[in-house]
């Protein structure tokens, strides 16, 4: 059994950055695929990034491409997503995940194990 905590999340103004966190406790989270979801007011829960297991390989959604960047710290067992250049309309409850499914990592069946999420608020 694997447990997620998110934290790091906050207000904070277009244009900015901010820097969430995953904490695992429980199993070694380097063992796992870890992604980041997001869920806006009103909408479905939606990929943004993930990172694999073994090669830490990443891939993100077109939307933050190249603004959201996704790392993990072995010695902390804690999975980073790094948000920069950030907007009104990233405004969400961010997920971390994490699993080892062979379903496509963009889609939450990929994913065993859920954190609670952390608020982020961009204002414009």
């Given at each position: 059994?694997?447990?997620?905590?998110?934290?790091?999340?906050?207000?904070?103004?277009?244009?900015n950055?901010?820097?969430?966190?995953?904490?695992?406790?429980?199993?070694?989270?380097?063992?796992?695929?870890?992604?980041?979801?997001?869920?806006?007011?009103?909408?479905?829960?939606?990929?943004?990034?993930?990172?694999?297991?073994?090669?830490?390989?990443?891939?993100?959604?077109?939307?933050?491409?190249?603004?959201?960047?996704?790392?993990?710290?072995?010695?902390?067992?804690?999975?980073?997503?790094?948000?920069?250049?950030?907007?009104p309309?990233?405004?969400a409850?961010?997920?971390?995940?994490?699993?080892?499914?062979?379903?496509?990592?963009?889609?939450?069946?990929?994913?065993?194990?859920?954190?609670?999420?952390?608020?982020?608020?961009?204002?414009?």
């Amino acid at each position: 059994q694997v447990q997620l905590v998110e934290s790091g999340g906050g207000l904070v103004q277009a244009g900015n950055s901010l820097r969430v966190s995953c904490l695992a406790s429980g199993r070694t989270l380097s063992t796992f695929d870890v992604a980041w979801f997001r869920r806006a007011p009103g909408k479905d829960r939606r990929f943004m990034a993930a990172i694999t297991r073994s090669t830490d390989r990443t891939y993100y959604a077109d939307s933050v491409k190249g603004r959201f960047t996704i790392s993990r710290d072995n010695a902390k067992n804690t999975v980073y997503l790094q948000m920069n250049s950030l907007k009104p309309e990233d405004t969400a409850v961010y997920y971390c995940a994490a699993g080892t499914s062979w379903e496509n990592l963009s889609t939450p069946l990929h994913y065993e194990y859920w954190g609670r999420g952390t608020q982020v608020t961009v204002s414009s």
